[in-house]
């Protein structure tokens, strides 16, 4: 009993000193927007290696979840003889939902970790502590471009996701399962809303890359500089960034849609 | 102890210093100079903390007691600004050459100027071959430092950290993994580095024979405490036993090879246990 107040102590402390120095570092990384900002080829440089090379997954996976949102909305839809609002789904479950968070979650997988990785074994091989010794503030230098770049990429990445999902559905819908193509985008244009829908989920993909980007530089500037020290915080990264991925979107969901 | 070394001639001087890891002391009240336009060593046992001290001289760890001046501030009470100002003028070679791995060799030596000076790209390159030519990797600008053997890495470094001419430089082991004709190239690098352009080096080592050859003057630390110093021909007729068996590498003597550790058939008799 003892035993189990002890950790649970224990682990809220830790818990909680992780949550101060994460601040802090977050603190830190902001305040370095200013001088980043005079150097934009920093940025894109960044940009390039966290948007741009996770283009592929992302175009493939919306496609896919587009292609299947049709089928199964096809299915249960035509029972009601209302295929024509299959446009509407898929429209609305991939701007609402399905395009910030399952474009975060991959974005967690593909450029989360990658950052970790990249900024532990940074911290493991020296580079950061040689970078201070130059008179090089590390933060400033090669966190904030990737936190900025993180921030703007998930956005766009999310928008990619929702529009090629829509085609994936568009193709299914009406290519495979013949419904109409003018009530399909006719419905779409509708029905969906533009504050509601499309800033909602813009809101909420800022939101998750904001959060997502910090939880992996994060992750990697504390990691332990060992290798096992890096692939832990590259596994801490994932995880951690799915769940606040998940836990936000629920909050997220409820005070956007709530009152409708 | 002899704390009283005090010279008004020291660019560095670390005073009374204690710092600790965990529950180990690696420093115990150390006082230690570094003149002006001198090469001063640093020996000792690996683990005693000669790469720590480094790390406190350059502001990067912090004392638990006592302080550090470097050419008149006391390193640990600057401000953020005034410490990265400082540190410009310092250079430090690391013992792993910390080299940045996303950019080639020509890129990691034009670092620093391209981030402290507006220079002109054609001004930076040719400070950056001459860097490259004083360590003898001019041919080698195009690699990436996964292409590097650990010595070349470690001669770039010192290229790198001579790039914005310092006043001081902190050279970690400098001498480790380099082929001999390359280590005394690099012997008198540092030699005629100090002389040239008039810098105090700081020259953290365990290669005795060739620390002795250029060092004007030699602190031997173990244990946290400074077991002696002098200059080399001082320290080699020292009359101290430890400091001899440091000095001819026996392995026998005051001196232990071994970590702290509890008895050695004790440790291996005491089967069934995991540790
Ligand atoms: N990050 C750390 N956390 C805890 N202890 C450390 C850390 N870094 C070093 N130490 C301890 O501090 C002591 C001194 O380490 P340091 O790297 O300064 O030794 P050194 O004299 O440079 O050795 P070497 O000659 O092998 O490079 C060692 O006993 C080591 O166990
Ligand atoms: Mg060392």
New binding site residues.
Partial sequence: MIELLQYLGKTTRVGFTKLGRGTYFLLQTISGIASVLLRPRLLINQMYSIGVLSFLIIIISGLFVGMVLGLQGYYILSDFGAEETLGVMVAASLVRELGPVVSALLFAGRAGSALTAEIGLMKATEQLSGMEMMAVDPIKRIITPRFLAGLLSMPLLAALFSTVGILGGDMVGIGLLGVDEGAYWSQMQAKLDFQDDIINGVIKSIVFGFVTTWIALFEGYDAIPTSEGVSRATTRTVVNSAFSILGLDFILTALMFGDN | MDNSVNSPNSLVSVRNLSFS??N?K?FNNISLDFERGKITAIM?P????????LKLIGGQLIPEQGSITVDGQNVHKLRRAELYTLRKRMGMLF?SGALLTDMSVFDNVAFPLREHTSLTESMIRTLVLMKLQAVGLRGARNLMPNELSGGMARRIALARAIALDPMMILY??PFTGQDPISLGALVHLIKSLNNTLGLTSII?S?DVRETSAIADYIYLISEGRCVDHGTPSQIQKSASEWVQQFMTGAADGPVHFHYPAKDYADDLLSSGKRY
């Fill in positions: 890891r965990g180990k690696i000792g690996s683990g005693t903390g000669k790469t720590t001290l013992q970690d082991e953290v365990h």
